[in-house]
């Protein structure tokens, strides 16, 4: 007889080689064309912001961790990422506090407080960004267009300087014939907006990176950018501005994808990524505030469980009972 045992362990039993520093480290470079992008077209503040919050979230992590005795895990990349993305999704006018307080908001209560990566319930780097909204909304909501950006204006310069391109569209600007629709200005970034998100190119080329190194699942994208881009063209506005304007792209392949936060199931997918698109559009349309992207995700966050245990898969030979 055979000496040979069978063992058997937890799930999973298929072993990848790209663990979760690797796959964290891989979307920090992912996001690297949107950071350079972020310096060419705001200068040394974007630098300050995005170096400020890289380094809050690290020191919050370190410190949340030794006051729970948990081991270090700063080293993964998770906390990295996290500050990267929320110095992206700030204005570059915001005061150095600013950065500094979301992304320690951010890592240890939208974070930590769930008991660190792998457990929290919404992604982090929007819960710190939606703190930011609503504690101060003025600072989060006053924006500078490169200075490059001003011959597009024009004279009108002085009416568009506060606004994004989101903000003059829910203002008449762009419907009363005002001004002309930018788009290859907010293609190659040249516009007012959040760090990260002006540049759709530089998204895009991060996007594919993550997508043919399979980081990501397209699913959730396609769906999310497909039904506000269906949604806008029933509503007879103009698809293309709504795709490359605010943080669309960004927040559809980088924060909409979030492993945690987003359901594991290929059909639970499709249905977060249209209803991300679905109350994206609707706040862009019929709400107060011009962009949606955040909210969106994070009320969708929300309902990623219900999700799972609505669309998982039916066991081989599964049989359902009677009455």
């Not at 915001?94 to 950065?99: G, L, R």
């Not at 319930?121 to 609503?134: D, T, W, Y």
């Not at 516009?191 to 895009?204: M, N």
């Not at 706040?283 to 799972?308: H, K, Q, W």
Request: hydrophobic content about 50%; proline content about 6%; overall charge neutral.
């Amino acid at each position: 007889m055979s000496d040979s045992k069978i063992l058997v362990s937890a799930p999973p039993h298929i072993q990848s080689e790209l663990g979760t520093k690797n796959i964290m480290w891989m979307v920090a470079a992912a996001l690297t064309p949107a950071a350079v992008a972020s310096l060419l077209f705001f200068s040394w503040r974007a630098l300050v912001i995005i170096g400020i919050s890289v380094f809050s979230a690290l020191l919050t992590e370190a410190l949340c961790e030794l006051m729970m005795k948990r081991p270090l895990t700063v080293s993964d990349g998770s906390a990295f990422v996290t500050g990267l993305l929320l110095a992206l999704t700030l204005p570059p006018t915001v005061p150095w506090w600013i950065p500094a307080l979301g992304s320690a908001f951010a890592i240890a209560v939208g974070k930590q407080v769930f008991g660190g990566l792998g457990h929290n319930l919404f992604n982090p780097a929007l819960i710190g960004r939606a703190f930011l909204v609503l504690s101060w909304p003025l600072l989060m909501t006053t924006w500078q267009w490169p200075t490059s950006s001003l011959s597009w204006a024009g004279t009108q310069m002085d009416a568009v300087s506060g606004a994004t391109a989101l903000g003059l569209l829910k203002e008449g600007f762009f419907s009363n014939n005002s001004l002309s629709l930018p788009y290859l200005q907010m293609f190659y970034g040249n516009i007012s907006g959040s760090l990260g998100e002006t540049s759709g190119l530089a998204l895009l080329l991060g996007a594919v990176f993550l997508l043919v190194y399979k980081i990501i699942d397209w699913r959730i994208p396609l769906a999310y950018l497909g039904t506000v881009l269906v949604l806008t063209t029933l509503w007879g506005q103009d698809p293309l501005f709504h795709l490359l304007a605010g943080g669309l792209i960004l927040g559809a392949f980088f924060m909409a994808t979030d492993y945690v936060t987003t359901p594991v199931t290929s059909g639970g997918r499709v249905i977060f990524g249209i209803g991300c698109g679905l109350l994206t559009a609707l706040i862009r349309r019929f709400g107060g505030y011009p962009e949606g992207v955040c909210y969106s995700i994070l009320i969708m966050n929300a309902i990623t469980p219900l999700l799972d245990r609505l669309t998982v898969p039916k066991r081989f030979g599964e049989v359902k009972k009677d009455g």
